[in-house]
């Protein structure tokens, strides 16, 4: 704290614009430290929180969040259940510029569910479809995928474009994690547009080769299914 005050401070009297921001992902975060960058930082366009934001209240959060109207960026730890729905509402109302949000644990114990796993399920999902409406690119790092929650986010977010799923798992029933695949997969997702103004979703294979529609990339993400739940 002592440092960054020393760094926006030298900042402030130049009269630096500061838009980008980046925080290591085991750094210790409080209510009073992302208030003070809130305070000094109001045209952040770009801000990487820690991986284990759970120290930040939703009070706290929603505080400093009111202050980023020009965020377009956002890479944030996973979020307390409890306090999810709040904060995905806070992103949404106060920045409508954002166009990525990137969600990312590095704890990877199944069954979780205290905030250091970010599990996308059916609630969650439905959350960011319903608050963040002209997000472009969504990224889940280390998370835990379930089939409802991933159908909600490629089906009702109309503005995605892209979605990137970096060493995420992948679970046929939440919160039980029934035939859950232990293995890590990592995969780009985009949108296309078809010739009839419909559009439809791409995934991305070695080589440039690619599997195209919805149905067909669920059965490829899921194929363990048969194995694991026979």
Request: with cysteine.
């Amino acid at each position: 704290m002592k440092l960054l005050k020393r760094i926006l401070d030298g900042l402030e009297h130049k009269s630096e614009i500061v838009t980008h921001i980046e925080f290591p992902e085991n750094i210790n975060f409080s209510d009073d430290f992302l208030h003070y960058i809130a305070q000094r930082l109001p045209k952040l366009i770009h801000l990487q929180l820690p991986c284990n934001i759970g120290t930040i209240t939703t009070v706290g959060f929603s505080k400093a969040i009111r202050n980023w109207g020009e965020m377009k960026s956002l890479r944030m730890g996973s979020i307390n259940l409890l306090d999810y729905s709040h904060i995905i509402h806070e992103i949404g109302s106060n920045c409508k510029n954002l166009e990525m949000l990137n969600i990312y644990t590095t704890d990877m114990e199944v069954g979780l569910r205290n905030g250091q796993t970010f599990v996308l399920d059916e609630y969650t999902s439905l959350q960011i479809t319903k608050n963040l409406r002209s997000m472009k690119n969504l990224v889940f790092r280390h998370c835990i995928l379930s089939k409802t929650g991933l159908k909600n986010i490629m089906s009702k977010c109309k503005c995605l474009e892209t979605i990137l799923i970096v060493r995420c798992r992948r679970a046929s029933t939440i919160p039980n994690f029934e035939c859950q695949q232990t293995e890590y997969v990592s995969k780009l997702m985009t949108k296309d547009f078809i010739e009839d103004n419909t559009t439809d979703w791409s995934l991305w294979l070695w080589n440039d080769k690619r599997i195209n529609s919805t149905p067909s990339i669920f059965k490829y993400l899921w194929q363990f299914e048969e194995e694991a739940c026979d």
